[in-house]
C-alpha cells in the first residue's frame, strides 16, 4: 500500500521540511530516501509516523497518492465465488501469483485473498507459499490504523494465517476499534471477520485462542438490530464447550429455538459450521 514516496517526498517539500526532520527517530535517511523514490517499501507503521511529521493524515494521503483502498475483483470472480466453480478460482488465483512473485506488489496479493480463502474452505488447498502468508502476516501485526480496508483484509485471511500470527492480530484489532472513524460503517465487518477467526481457531483445535478472542468480542456492545450477531456469539461459546465435553445437546437444542423463531437461514448457516467442527474434531479419535 505505502510504495507511494514519491507522493510522500512531494508533500514534504512543500511544507519546506527536510528528511533529517521527517525522519528524526522514526527511519534513517538513507530509507525514507530509497522510500521517496519509489525504491523499497516501509512498513505501514513508519508510513503513518511520517505523515504525522509532515502534518498529514492517512486519508489525504490515500487521496492524493490515488491509491485504490477497495479489493477489486472481476465481475467473473466474484460469480465464481458464489457458484463455487473450483477450476476458474484456481486458474485465476495462479495467475495472479505468478505475477505478485515476479513484482512483488502486496496489492495483487491482498486482492486475492479473498478466492484464497474460498479455495481453501472448498477444497482445504492453501496456495499461498509460506513466505506470502508471512507477508501478510506482518503487514497486518505491524499494522496501526484499522481502516474498513484493513479489517476486511484480514476478515479475508483468519484460515490462511498461522495461528499464533492470526491470534496476535485479532487481538489487536480488538484493544484498538475505537481508532475506526465510523463505528457503525465497520462494525458488521469488524464482528464478522473477527467470529469466522474465532470459527478458524475451533477448526484449527486452538481453542484457548478461540475462547479468549470470544470472551472480547462479548465485551463490544452491540446495538439491537446486530442481534444477528449476538446469536453468533452464543452459538459459538457453545461450539468450544462442544469440542470440549462432546455433548452436543445444548447446540442441537439452540439450533431448534432459531427455527422456532423464524431464524431457519441463520440456523442454516450456523448448522454447516457445527457439522464442519463436529468432523474435524472426531478425526482421528
Not at 43 to 50: D, G, N, Q
Amino acid at each position: 500500500m505505502f510504495k507511494y514516496g514519491s507522493t510522500y517526498k512531494e508533500l514534504r517539500k512543500q511544507q519546506e521540511i527536510t528528511q533529517t526532520e521527517a525522519c528524526r527517530g522514526i527511519c534513517s535517511i538513507s530509507k525514507l530516501s530509497r522510500w521517496e523514490n519509489n525504491q523499497v517499501e516501509v512498513e505501514f507503521s513508519t508510513a503513518i509516523e511520517l505523515l504525522k511529521r509532515i502534518n498529514v493524515t492517512l486519508d489525504e494521503f490515500t487521496e492524493r497518492a490515488n491509491i485504490n483502498t477497495e479489493f477489486e475483483l472481476p465481475d467473473e470472480i466474484i460469480t465464481a465465488i458464489n457458484a463455487n466453480d473450483v477450476p476458474l478460482l484456481r486458474k485465476y488465483v495462479q495467475s495472479r501469483l505468478d505475477k505478485y512473485h515476479t513484482n512483488k506488489n502486496i496489492l495483487e496479493l491482498k486482492n486475492i485473498l479473498i478466492v484464497c480463502n474460498q479455495l481453501l474452505l472448498i477444497e482445504g488447498k492453501n496456495y499461498l507459499t509460506t513466505a506470502d502468508i508471512k507477508r501478510i502476516g506482518s503487514y497486518l501485526l505491524h499494522n496501526t490504523v484499522w481502516s474498513k480496508y484493513n479489517i476486511t483484509l484480514f476478515a479475508n485471511s483468519p484460515f490462511l494465517l498461522n495461528s499464533e500470527i492470526g491470534f496476535k492480530i485479532a487481538m489487536r484489532i480488538v484493544h484498538n476499534f475505537d481508532q475506526v472513524n465510523d463505528l457503525n460503517d465497520n462494525l458488521a465487518i469488524f464482528m464478522g471477520g473477527l467470529s469466522d477467526t474465532v470459527i478458524a481457531f475451533i477448526f484449527k483445535k486452538k481453542l484457548d485462542y478461540a475462547q479468549q478472542l470470544l470472551d472480547e468480542l462479548r465485551k463490544v456492545e452491540l446495538p439491537p438490530y446486530f442481534m444477528f450477531f449476538d446469536l453468533t456469539l452464543t452459538f459459538l461459546q457453545k461450539l468450544i464447550e462442544y469440542c470440549q465435553t462432546g455433548n452436543e445437546q445444548p447446540i442441537l437444542e439452540m439450533f431448534n429455538k432459531l427455527i422456532q423463531l423464524g431464524c431457519s437461514r441463520h440456523a442454516q448457516i450456523l448448522l454447516e459450521a457445527f457439522k464442519e467442527a463436529k468432523r474435524i474434531w472426531e478425526e482421528n479419535e
